[in-house]
């Protein structure tokens, strides 16, 4: 059998726990204010246009429409509407991967989620392209 004191594992995972806990509520703030960064940044550069946050992709009636993958709707960061025409946008961190975000996306779209809804209007607005990725520190 084993000699000697054995390591309170316990400690151990709660300490791991802890710490991974902490990372995911700093990435979480982290996120939150680079979203928000560019959000201010888009209205700088788009002054006529209308800057909204967490748009779902829709199909041309206004439905939100799924990835036949996942099951789950797209919510792009931001949409820049002006003259009836949106374009999308994704704020990441400097190195975080957005592929499988952007291939969902794409699935979305491929699957008819090619619009969005101007909150400020009602109406829906068709997206052009897949999103641009921001990356910011």
Do not use: F, H, W, Y
């Amino acid at each position: 059998l084993l000699d000697g004191p054995q390591p309170d594992v316990g400690a151990a995972a709660l300490t791991a726990r802890a710490a991974r806990a902490e990372r995911m509520a700093q990435n979480a703030a982290d996120g939150a204010r680079r979203e928000r960064e560019v959000t201010a940044a888009l209205r700088r550069e788009n002054p006529n246009a209308t800057v909204q946050t967490q748009s779902t992709l829709r199909d041309s009636s206004g439905r939100i429409v799924r990835d036949p993958k996942t099951g789950e709707a797209r919510r792009v960061d931001n949409a820049v509407i002006e003259n009836g025409k949106a374009r999308t946008v994704e704020t990441t961190s400097p190195n975080a991967s957005k592929s499988q975000q952007l291939a969902k996306e794409q699935r979305v779209r491929d699957a008819g989620g090619d619009n969005i809804r101007d909150r400020s209007t009602g109406k829906i607005c068709p997206v052009s392209g897949v999103s641009e990725v921001r990356r910011c520190p």
